[in-house]
């Protein structure tokens, strides 16, 4: 039995990853009264004239809505919100048993744009925070920024998780390698949800330039090549003509292996097999690679390292230096929720990423990122969040 039989075994035994349970006893009349009627009225009483005391009184105290239209499910593609709800479901234990967040699994029944957001709006009442996961884009980058003003953290995991791990794991690579950020050329293929995330990162957009370090040299390729103004096809795309606008600033052009020529680092959020050793050996020395396709990478590490990479990382558990998201959402939304935000800002997104990198005070070439089973570090990253964001509430 291979990996994917055994799981669907496993789904079928237990019918479901995790349950509801009570957290007070129903054991006698007086039980019922507090728990339920009469007494539960006059909580109800004390949030009708103080709504925020929801956050203190109910599940809204620790409770996110994990919200998908299963349009874009790990490398599966748009598989609807049926076949979504399993990952919905492992999300949520993970948000459980890393940082103690409860969650639960939204899955919808439309891809439609504004559907999504007037839904989402609706159901704030009852939680502390929205991660949505799994939307495809552009559609994710709308629905995200339209939904900032809710009054709730919302955040789009697959975008922003994925650039904040692979930012901790790049400030730890290139201390091996004895670069600096603002240094280095970047070569990003794929500008999806993950790559646009880690171009604006990387270029700071958004962030407080007196605390971050910029890179300056930022190329990103979608299927065509390397995004530029100049490319009359990417007219009608707004999130690529964006990304066009803020890199590429030589306006080049041509294919990826144009973008990779005397670059110091890849970063593949793409396809499988986009990447060869003949690219990596026109990259400048010392060159970094981040293959992040699943299950198939950009370029095998085998591959990488014998055409001379420094380092690698993947999304795949049985390669060294993982990029995995569970890095960083459970720790992202305990520190929201903690410092009772009403967004995740880039400035918490930044201290997220240098806190996650903290966390390796000893890199090397095979551990430049924590394994996703080091618990703790969810811990040191909400840590960061909550004063990040407490921090911002003081200069304000």
């Known amino acids: 039995m291979d990996i994917y039989e055994e799981s669907v075994a496993l789904h079928a035994r237990v019918g479901g990853k995790f349950e509801i349970r009570p957290r007070v006893k129903l054991e006698s009349q007086h039980d019922l009264s507090l728990a339920y009627t009469p007494g539960v009225a006059q909580v109800c009483r004390e949030i009708a004239k103080d709504p925020t005391r929801a956050s203190e009184l109910t599940i809204k105290k620790n409770m996110v809505a994990i919200v998908t239209d299963g349009s874009a499910v790990l490398g599966l593609g748009n598989i609807g919100p049926h076949a979504a709800l399993p990952v919905m479901e492992g999300k949520a234990i993970l948000f459980k048993e890393y940082a103690g967040v409860d969650a639960f699994p939204i899955c919808l029944e439309t891809q439609d744009t504004e559907e999504i957001i007037r839904t989402v709006r609706y159901l704030t009442p009852g939680f502390a925070g929205i991660n949505l996961e799994d939307i495809s884009a552009p559609r994710c980058f709308e629905i995200e920024e339209r939904l900032q003003n ?106 990826l292996a144009e973008a990779v020529l005397d670059a110091d680092v890849f970063i593949g959020v793409s396809a499988p097999n986009s990447l060869t050793p003949a690219m990596i050996q026109t990259m400048r020395p010392k060159p970094i690679i981040f293959a992040l396709a699943n299950p198939v990478p950009e370029i095998m590490p085998d591959e990488a390292l014998a055409a001379g990479a420094f380092l690698v990382g993947t999304g795949r558990s049985d390669f060294p230096n993982q990029v995995n998201n569970v890095l960083a959402f459970p720790g992202i939304f305990r520190g929201a929720i903690d410092a009772r935000a009403s967004v995740i800002s880039d400035r918490m997104k930044l201290a997220a990423a240098h806190a996650l990198a903290a966390t390796v005070s000893d890199p090397r070439p095979d551990y430049i990122i924590p394994s996703p089973l080091e618990k703790h570090v969810a811990h040191e990253v909400a840590r960061a969040v909550k004063e990040a964001y407490l921090k911002i509430r003081k200069d304000i």
């Open 150 to 255: 809710i009054g709730i953290p919302v955040f789009h995991d697959d975008q922003h998780g994925t650039a904040i791990v692979l930012l901790a794991a790049l400030l730890n690579a290139l201390k091996l390698a004895g670069k600096r950020l603002k240094d280095i050329r970047v070569a990003i293929n794929g500008a999806g949800a993950a790559g646009t995330a880690i171009a604006h990162m990387l270029l700071g957009v958004g962030h407080d330039q007196a605390s971050a370090e910029p890179v300056q040299d930022v190329l990103v390729c979608d299927r065509t090549g390397i995004l530029s103004t100049e490319r009359t096809d990417i007219a009608n795309n707004p999130a690529k003509n964006k990304l066009a606008m803020i890199s590429n600033l030589e306006r080049r052009s041509g294919s």
